[in-house]
């Protein structure tokens, strides 16, 4: 058999060697070698100047002539040759200062110093690796050292203001709950606006598997992957460089490193982080007495009789008017103070690397507990991850990435939602008592008693996740690299809460579910890759394929009529019932992109990729996307004056397409469903709209930058300007015209523009032996613009609109231009000047998206000491204060809600200016309505706030123990921290933070601050030594 | 071997980069088959038929809150204030509308499918009564949407793609009822059966259109039709009157959609107090607590009214009350049959004021009502059409039909204007139609005055 393969793959291989070897030699520079007289014979190792490690495939020539050779895997070569002693050799290594030595004999050592202008670090681009100055695209990385240390959860959260054009804003102070993402804005209203997120050459989910309804809280899937084995961070920018990821690839790449050992001794590194979180700047809410007022006089000016309003003595009750006492006879208890707490942070971490001269590898494991500031919430992780690398031979090279991790949460309905944390704690009135004469908690409207939920609550979620990758790589000719990579993200997210009879979800005998969904991404990639050089020029050639199948699936049991509070599995229950989910998609790709450089001054290059997605409508399968880009490193032509002011100067322009399919798995399919039962008979359902016609989404994107450096290679800074636009955007849930039985459609039905500039500035202030300081500065804008819609399309409760001409999720909402003094009416802008104020009037106000944002970095070092202080800013974005709207309602939510303290200035005499309106909510003259009662849906530019920020991130200060003392105990290293987040935020916003958004599942809806946890304030000390 | 390496990998590759898409792009959904053939036997059409009900089972639920609330017999417990609502075009009042089309939508697939459907197990009469009772349930959902809104469009063929009901306008009331009555009559013609009364039966359709009849005043058709039921012997007027609501599928059932503890509503949670673990949403109005309490009026009506304990003149519904969610939707009973031939009696070219209050008395007596309603010779057309209002009111109570009977008896302004004096606008007297499905529809024309 074996015999019949191998004859078969000679006849194949003959078939085709002539047309690759003919490629290759024509692509070859390379002169073949003639056995030359010899004169010398040179051995000699290259070494790094400082650690003394061996450096392998360092290029050796010998100056004058074309004879050149590497260094092996321990930084060995040998020359012979026909030159005679002495001669000069020239050493090029990259990441290293090019070196001249002149060789007078053999043995020699040559030390290469590091280049630490990082212009010729080596960065990976989608399947290139290319020297930094070589760079066609927008591309920035940020080292494992420089993420922030305040406790974040996830790598993305830590990278808050250190990318220009990345807003990453946390929409909630739960740790391990979902951040908002984007690169160079929102170029799509589906959910697929995340960066593409690749781990070690493994693409990962990053959208969540969820399925209880938490109010609008998510988890966030990327807190699976620890923080603590981050090497390097590179986001991917401009369509140039994402391009190759093709459909992946639209909302930007993210490519995270995580560390792989190198070829020294082991080190063991051992750290420990704890401190302590608390929450400040909470609602301030009105007495019981001052609800009460104000309660009674919203009763009355909405035309209920005084002798009616509800706070009167008590036996004057009737049937329809109940009565709860006079004004002055009013408590008023404090719920809100219940469910906050100084929450504690542990985290451990331990991990062992090293190498020799063929393996490296990295072996780490973690484990953090992170409470939440709100009582009831937990995050904890456990993770463990596995990197090894093998060079087999001098042609094979083996490896893996493992990571394996569980994180375990307690969680409990914040947000919206009746049977929510904040609803019992926020929401209720703080005139109506906690619990009784008896003892027993009293329950208000249809919200929980907070004590009841805190103490009660059981929902708990675990992800078990495990993203392991293997890979393989020959080198098939010394200029040809084939790779194979195989992968798998496998993902299990069990979920389940039982609600006791104590609380009221639990009504009447206990209610359960429990929901186990799991997904498995295979994928597999090959990639050759061919590169070759030449005294001018170097070409690097690749093509490759990729083929990647995802499968999801879940399995949904819920329970109820329990026998009793002790019994929570549903095995107890009474009555059980279950559903279940399953779906997949899978996507074959084939790529191929070129790299030319000559003279280290011109760099063209080009990709093109081929997509087809199982999600897009079978007419429409295959996507096709490529990009371009030129680099000209200015400052290398011979007209460039050379001088130290001056060092660096690069322009590049690049252009591409990217596409996108992120919409659900079968979106242009016409389906029936079952599941729809009727008296306990199986009934079957329309339940999908065929869309035969449905199509990619494509961005195409423009980028120019200019890069410099500058003042002796102290400063360094980056331009980029983009411009995107969106083509067939793909609605999830287009609306269609209710007479069709349907409610939504995945449709192609508009196009997004983005443009923006990106500044990045580095200084090296200081840098003397003892004492330097660093500056980072970045700011960028994006300006984003609905450039055409089928439609105009409302989310949230109707105050959030995707309409032409406009940013993505704006605020829609009636401007309000002040209070009548005379009437304390509200008085809104009559947009159509009909003398009414209907939907016509309403307006596009605002959004969340921000006019410019940016950071501000300094980083300081004395001696053992380092300090870092972060300070991120916004400038320009909006929010819909949702919760002030519900607080500051006039009263004429009456004994349902409570009341924030600013609603106590209100209009109460004609000639009242600068105050709330008069506290009614019947129609005035104009249809307009002062407050609203909870029925009606219309909403005042009041609530809609200012949300700009400057935010004291973090300030870590570090200590190193001398390193003559450290190792007088036995370690290399021993270095504290102290770690302060969160300390100041500066911004005119009213509600407890600016960085709020609650309703996280939409992308119609972004901006909408309703019962967020804000950000904790947290001090953590670290521990880190290193054996 | 180690030779042959390098010809393994570059096979390897030339097959991945040969390898054909066919396969691997065309998956298929799992959960869900595919548009076509769907409905391919008697089980598949039974199936989809069940989940005409399941849309009612949601729908009806969102009719009964919207016309409650609406009517001086419901208020919202938070707004104490708000007896009787009005309405704007942003507000619509929670009524229900794309819903109604979900029920078109599945009864226009039947409508068309079904009696092509090839099984030689399915007889004629089968297939004719999953026909009938799509057709009955598409006039309910039409009916309900004129009560809502008027006029509205009218689909009678199955969105099988998204150009499918592009220009559909809005048609005139006459021509809605006219589109119900068809319907009806087509149901009338196939549905035999006569005993389920959890689906549509051949009485549920002679009670629906003894209601139709009622809003088009054709008075004879409406006794006839209400005659029917109450000539048969298959319904009766249940003593006492609660246990038509604590059993299940009773004699004073026509039609009712049920419910089960797996298949469970919610619905309970919306009426009961809070101290029985609801929400106590929906409350009744002070003046329909005091006469349903009443002897002379509600009688034994009042046990549909629970007080509570910790709050004392709180009173909350129990007609939705059972706790595991099993409690049915009422849409059809015999009591209705009674009031609807008391006032198509009073009503008639020459009317039967004697026959209309005996009918009224057939259900005050059964409520056990201590001063019963008799027509005297001097007892007037108008006397007694008060009386059937007034005892349409308690017997009906939340069952969704005060505002409608107002509005379509032309006593809305009088009844209602008291309460908010915008109910005495007639633009007030037809809800809007919801905002956002005005905005994605440029067919749908919204109700004038909004």
Redesign the interface.
């Known amino acids: 058999m074996i015999k019949i393969i191998d004859r078969y793959v000679d006849k194949v291989w003959k078939a085709h060697a002539v047309a690759i070897w003919l490629l290759i030699i024509s692509l070859s520079t390379q002169a073949q070698e003639i056995t030359p007289l010899i004169n010398s014979t040179l051995d000699g190792v290259v070494v790094d100047l400082v650690s003394r490690e061996p450096l392998s495939e360092a290029t050796i020539q010998i100056e004058g002539v074309t004879h050149s050779t590497k260094t092996d895997n321990k930084g060995k070569f040998q020359f012979i040759t026909g030159q005679k002693f002495p001669y000069t050799l020239i050493i090029t290594y990259i990441g290293y200062k090019t070196k001249k030595v002149v060789a007078n004999g053999s043995p020699i050592t040559i030390e290469l110093e590091r280049d630490d202008s990082a212009l010729d670090e080596v960065e990976v681009v989608g399947y290139t690796k290319i020297k930094r100055s070589s760079l066609t695209s927008a591309l920035q990385v940020v080292k494992g050292e420089d993420l922030s240390q305040a406790p974040y959860t996830s790598v993305i959260e830590k990278l808050q203001g250190q990318v220009p054009g990345l807003l990453i804003t946390n929409d909630s102070g739960t740790p391990g709950t979902s951040v908002l993402v984007r690169l160079r804005g929102t170029n799509s209203v589906n959910s697929g606006n995340e960066p593409l997120y690749v781990v070690d050459d493994v693409i990962i989910n990053s959208d969540n598997l969820q399925g209880l309804n938490l109010g609008g809280q998510l988890v966030n899937p990327l807190s699976d992957i620890s923080t603590n084995d981050i090497e390097s961070i590179t986001v991917l920018k401009d369509a140039n460089a994402t391009a190759i990821y093709g459909s992946r690839g639209a909302n930007g790449v993210i490519l995270i490193k995580t560390n792989r050992g190198s070829h020294q001794r082991a080190r063991l590194n051992f750290g420990i982080q704890t401190g302590t979180s608390h929450t400040r700047n909470l609602w301030e809410l009105v007495t019981g007495e001052e609800h009460a007022n104000i309660v009674n006089e919203a009763f009355v000016n909405n035309g209920g009789l005084y002798e009616n309003r509800p706070f009167r003595p008590v036996e004057e009750a009737t049937a329809a008017f109940p009565a709860w006492g006079l004004p002055e006879e009013q408590q008023t208890y404090d719920r809100l103070g219940a469910i906050w707490r100084t929450a504690v942070l542990q985290r451990y971490n331990l991990s062992v690397s090293g190498g020799s001269a063929n393996s490296n590898f990295y072996v780490g494991g973690e484990y953090l507990d992170q409470p939440s500031t709100v009582k009831a919430q937990e995050f904890s992780r456990y993770s463990f991850r596995v990197n090894l690398d093998h060079k087999v031979s001098d042609r094979l090279k083996v490896g893996t990435s493992n990571n394996i991790s569980t994180t375990p949460r307690k969680l409990i309905r914040v947000g919206d939602g009746g049977t929510g944390l904040f609803q019992a704690a926020l929401h209720t009135p703080t005139f109506l008592p906690i619990v009784d004469e008896n003892g027993q908690y009293v329950t208000h409207f249809t919200f929980d008693n907070v004590y009841a939920l805190l103490e009660n609550t059981d929902t708990k979620s675990n992800s078990i996740r495990s993203i392991n990758n293997v890979y393989a790589e020959v080198k098939i000719l010394p200029s040809l690299t084939f790779k194979s990579s195989w992968s798998s993200d496998y993902n299990i997210y069990k979920e389940s809460n039982y609600f006791s009879t104590k609380l009221r979800a639990g009504q009447p005998a206990g209610s359960a579910t429990q929901i186990n969904t799991e997904r498995v991404t295979l994928s597999a990639d090959q990639l050759l890759n061919y590169n070759v050089s030449s005294t001018n020029s170097d070409i690097a050639i690749f093509v490759g394929n990729s083929y990647q199948y995802t499968d999801k699936g879940g399995q949904t049991v819920t329970g109820s009529q329990f026998p009793s509070d002790q019994h929570r599995q549903i095995a107890s229950a009474g009555v059980r019932s279950g559903t279940t989910t399953a779906s997949s998609n899978s996507l074959l790709s084939f790529f191929g992109g070129v790299n030319f450089s000559y003279k280290d001054r011109y760099v063209i290059d080009g990709t093109f990729r081929s997509d087809g997605s199982s999600r897009i409508g079978k007419d429409h399968r295959w996507g096709h996307f490529p990009a371009a880009g030129f680099n000209w490193r200015v400052s290398n032509e011979p007209f460039f004056p050379k001088s130290d002011n001056f060092n660096e100067l690069r322009l590049k322009a690049s252009w591409g397409l990217t596409g996108n399919a992120a919409v659900d798995d079968f979106q242009s399919l016409g389906l029936w469903s079952g599941g729809s039962n009727y008296g306990d008979n199986p009934g079957i359902v329309p339940s999908q709209m065929a869309n035969a016609d449905l199509r990619w989404e494509t961005t195409r994107q423009w980028n120019l930058g200019v890069s410099g450096v500058m003042l002796k290679q102290r400063l360094d800074f980056e331009i980029n300007y983009y411009d995107k636009y969106t083509k067939d955007l793909l609605l999830s849930s287009f609306p269609v015209q209710d007479i069709t039985g349907f409610s939504s459609i995945t449709y192609n039905a508009g196009e997004i523009s983005n443009k923006g500039i990106e500044f990045i500035l580095n200084s090296d202030n200081l840098t003397s032996k003892t004492l330097t300081w660093r500056t980072t500065y970045t700011i960028s804008r994006n300006t984003n613009k609905v450039e055409k819609l089928l439609q105009p399309i409302t989310g949230g409760y109707r105050q959030f609109r995707l309409e032409e001409g406009h940013p993505i999720s704006s605020i829609w909402v009636h401007k309000q231009l002040g209070v009548d003094p005379q009437t304390g009416n509200v008085i809104y802008e009559d947009v159509d000047g009909d003398g009414q104020i209907t939907q016509e009037d309403r307006q596009l106000l605002g959004s969340v998206w921000p006019d410019f944002e940016g950071a501000l970095r300094n980083t300081f070092t004395y001696k053992g000491f380092d300090l870092n202080v972060n300070i991120t800013y916004r400038w320009g974005n909006r929010l819909y204060n949702y919760t002030r709207y519900f607080l500051e309602s006039g009263g004429v939510r009456g004994t349902e809600r409570t009341i924030q303290k600013s609603q106590l200035n209100y209009w109460k005499k004609p000639g009242d200016t600068n105050v709330l309106p008069r506290l009614s909510s019947t129609t005035n003259p104009d249809g307009s309505r002062n407050y609203e009662p909870a029925s009606a849906n219309s909403y005042s530019s009041r609530f809609l706030e200012d949300a700009s920020f400057i935010r004291l991130k973090d300030i870590t200060l570090g200590y190193s123990l001398p390193s003559r003392f450290a190792r007088n105990v036995g370690f290399a290293q021993i270095k504290a921290t102290v770690t302060a987040a969160n300390l100041i935020t500066l911004t005119k916003y009213s509600g407890p933070d600016p960085e709020a958004n609650s309703q996280t599942d939409s992308n119609l809806v972004q901006g909408m601050d309703f019962n967020t946890v804000p950000q904790p304030i947290s001090f953590l000390f670290g521990l880190n030594v290193t054996l | 071997m180690k030779s042959?390496?390098?010809?393994?990998?570059?096979?390897?590759?030339?097959l991945?980069?040969i390898?054909s898409?066919t396969g691997?792009?065309?998956?298929e959904?799992?959960?869900?088959?595919?548009?076509?053939g769907?409905i391919s036997d008697k089980k598949?059409s039974?199936?989809?038929?069940?989940?005409?009900?399941?849309?009612?089972?949601s729908s009806y639920t969102g009719t009964l809150t919207a016309f409650n609330l609406a009517s001086d017999n419901v208020i919202?417990y938070?707004?104490?204030?708000?007896i009787v609502?009005?309405r704007?075009?942003?507000?619509n009042?929670?009524a229900p509308?794309?819903t109604f089309?979900?029920?078109?939508?599945?009864a226009?697939?039947i409508i068309k499918r079904v009696p092509d459907v090839v099984d030689n197990q399915f007889t004629d009469a089968e297939r004719n009564e999953i026909i009938g009772e799509a057709y009955f349930l598409r006039a309910l959902a039409y009916f309900d949407l004129a009560r809502f809104y008027g006029g509205v469009?009218l689909?009678t063929e199955?969105?099988?793609?998204?150009d499918?009901?592009?220009g559909?306008r809005r048609s005139t009331l006459a021509e809605t009822y006219a589109q119900v009555l068809a319907d009806l009559d087509k149901a009338e013609e196939l549905i035999t059966n006569e005993t389920d009364r959890?689906r549509a039966t051949k009485f549920a359709v002679y009670g629906l259109k003894a209601r139709l009849f009622l809003y088009t005043e054709q008075w004879e058709d409406a006794e006839e039709y209400a005659s029917k039921s109450i000539a048969s012997n298959a319904f009766s007027l249940v003593t006492p009157y609660s246990s038509f609501y604590t059993g299940r599928l009773s004699q004073e059932s026509i039609f009712e959609v049920?419910?089960?503890?797996?298949?469970?509503s919610t619905y309970w949670?919306s009426w009961l107090s809070?101290e029985d673990?609801?929400?106590q949403?929906y409350v009744p109005?002070?003046s329909l607590?005091?006469d349903l309490r009443d002897p002379e009026k509600g009688g034994t009506r009042k046990a549909v009214l629970k007080e509570s304990t910790a709050?004392?003149?709180?009173?909350t519904v129990q007609l939705y009350g059972k706790?595991?969610g099993t409690s049915s939707l009422f849409v059809l009973r015999i009591a209705e049959q009674y009031l609807i031939r008391a006032e198509a009696r009073a009503k008639k070219a020459t009317p039967d004021l004697e026959g209309a209050a005996g009918d009224i008395r057939a259900v005050q007596s059964r409520a056990e009502v201590s001063s019963l309603f008799t027509a005297t010779p001097s007892t007037t057309q108008s006397d007694v059409l008060l009386a059937i209002e007034n005892e349409r009111r308690l017997e009906l109570a939340f069952e969704g039909h005060r505002f409608t009977d107002l509005v379509r008896t032309g006593r809305v302004a009088d009844v209602l204007g008291g309460y908010n004096p915008?109910l005495r606008e007639s633009y007030q007297w037809v809800f809007p139609i919801p905002?956002?499905?005005v905005?994605?529809?440029p067919?749908?024309e919204q109700n004038p005055g909004f």
């Open positions: 042959h390496l390098n010809h393994y990998i570059v096979l390897s590759i030339l991945l980069l390898t898409c691997v792009l065309d998956l959904p799992e959960t869900s088959v595919s548009d076509k769907v598949t039974l199936a989809a038929l069940y989940g005409i009900y399941d849309n009612l089972q919202s938070t707004e104490p204030t708000i609502p009005d704007n075009a942003e507000d009042g929670g509308f794309s089309y979900v029920t078109i939508n599945r226009n697939f469009q689909v199955p969105t099988e793609r998204i499918t009901q592009k559909i959890s049920v419910y089960t503890t797996v298949d469970a949670r809070t673990g609801g929400n949403t109005e002070a607590i005091t709050q004392p003149g709180l009173y706790k595991d915008l905002a956002s499905s905005e994605k529809d067919g749908l």
